[in-house]
């Protein structure tokens, strides 16, 4: 008789609020570390949704770090309704690495492989 173990797919869900920046998000992955200069990591199917908004991202890694006041997205990064200050919204988007300067609301959108960032934008 062969025996069958299922491993318990645990998912954490985090809410993460930047104070001076006004950005809120909830993140779920596989595992999450914070650090005590308030950092914070997740890894494995990671989603993050904006609390105030529509955004919604999926990555392999997202890393916020507090003292650079970055939040980045790295690997088959998927992004949905990321909007700018500026005017600039993203409807949606695909790349390796997505980087959002908190403190500014602007981002960063690369490939390091020979694919290519794809983006729909509206204006």
Do not use: C, H
């Amino acid at each position: 008789m062969k025996r069958i173990l299922f491993a318990p797919l645990i998912l954490l869900l985090t809410e993460i609020s930047f104070a001076k920046e006004k950005l809120n998000y909830t993140v779920t992955s596989d595992s999450q570390i914070q650090n005590v200069k308030g950092s914070f990591e997740a890894i494995g199917n990671v989603v993050i949704k904006g609390i105030n908004n529509n955004f919604e991202a999926s990555s392999n890694k997202l890393s916020y770090d507090k003292e650079a006041k970055t939040l980045k997205l790295v690997g088959n990064v998927v992004v949905k309704n990321l909007e700018s200050d500026e005017g600039l919204s993203i409807q949606e988007s695909y790349g390796d690495e997505l980087t959002i300067f908190t403190d500014t609301g602007l981002y960063e959108f690369k490939s390091k492989t020979s694919n290519r960032v794809k983006t729909k934008l509206k204006f």
